[in-house]
């Protein structure tokens, strides 16, 4: 844990997992004033623990400082201390295919404030929990729902950057998706309910006669640094890959439609419902989301080459 003094954050120390002491007057529990992140490390088969792009989720959380008011550690400062984290927890890395641990830093306004105000002291944790892979055997094709009705997001709200208060209002949605048998929902904006915007924890790519494309990241959608990174490996696979408005008449229509975040990495769209109406994509795993997530997922458990830079490897 790491707290705020004049500006700088005081060094901070290792401790076993457990509850966090705070005043019931901190700005986290009453203004939701908070960040987090989600990252993961994997183990290789010489030892070496693999970290994908750590300095994106360090830039990614100051910008969602920015947004929610609080000062945040520098870029060095969240690698740094991600890195201790995980060595600390070596012996929790799942060895190399059968997981990898999931990292959640967060940034929490801790200090006492009673009226509406930004807090006075800030904490910075990271805690860490091993984790099996997305899928436990080859691709499952997710069933997403539209809603409609709830958004997670709003024009001029936080939902462009990582703050805690952006799930809470999808949670009631959610359980109902999920208690009808859907995977996930996707949400669309909210001023025309006709945009594609995102999946609750992953980004949405759409494939039609073998181009690319992903909703343009705007205010409402989270910048996520898979999509990004897929943006990137496909344009070198020599895809066309376009950032734009996606209508939901589109994504119905599309060749294959596919999710991308730190969880599902590349997760194939088996089928989406809409108004009552299932559409189904092909077979449900297609060819271009098999191939991305191939990709992907060798670099990120180090088993091809880093051209790109992306990933810091820990002995
Ligand atoms: N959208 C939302 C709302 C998310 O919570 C996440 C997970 N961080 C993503 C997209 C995917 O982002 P990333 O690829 O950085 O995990």
């Not at 729902?145 to 462009?160: K, S």
Request: charged share 20%.
């Amino acid at each position: 844990a790491k707290s705020l003094e004049d500006g700088i954050f005081t060094k901070g120390q290792l401790q076993r997992f457990g509850p966090i002491h705070m005043s019931p007057c901190a700005g986290v529990l009453n203004y939701g004033q908070g960040v987090f992140e989600g990252m993961k490390a994997y183990r290789k088969a010489d030892g070496s623990i693999l970290l994908f792009r750590p300095e994106e989720n360090g830039l990614r959380m100051r910008m969602g400082a920015e947004r929610m008011c609080m000062p945040a550690p520098t870029v060095e400062q969240f690698v740094d201390a991600v890195k201790q984290t995980v060595l600390a927890n070596k012996r929790w890395i799942p060895p190399p295919g059968k997981g990898s641990l999931y990292i959640r830093p967060m940034l929490l306004g801790t200090g006492s404030v009673l009226g509406l105000a930004p807090a006075s002291e800030y904490t910075f944790l990271i805690f860490v929990s091993p984790v099996g892979n997305y899928f436990k055997e080859g691709l499952a094709p997710l069933d997403l729902i539209i809603e409609t009705e709830i958004h997670r997001a709003i024009p001029g709200g936080t939902g462009g950057v990582k703050a805690i208060g952006n799930y809470s209002p999808v949670l009631k949605a959610q359980s109902i998706a999920k208690d009808k048998g859907y995977s996930d929902i996707l949400y669309l904006d909210s001023a025309h309910k006709k945009y594609v915007e995102e999946v609750s924890s992953c980004n949405i790519f759409v494939v039609k006669h073998n181009i690319i494309s992903t909703p343009t990241v705007s205010g409402t959608i989270l910048p996520g640094i898979t999509r990004k990174s897929i943006i990137e490996i496909a344009r070198r696979q020599g895809f066309q890959v376009e950032e734009r408005l996606i209508s939901v008449e589109e994504l119905l229509v599309a060749d294959e439609v596919f999710c991308t975040g730190t969880a599902v990495v590349v997760s194939p769209v088996g089928s989406i419902t809409y108004l009552e109406k299932r559409i189904k994509y092909g077979n449900g795993v297609g060819i271009v989301s098999q191939q991305l997530y191939s990709a992907l997922t060798s670099l990120q458990m180090g088993l091809t080459e880093d051209t790109m830079g992306w990933t810091v490897v820990l002995d």
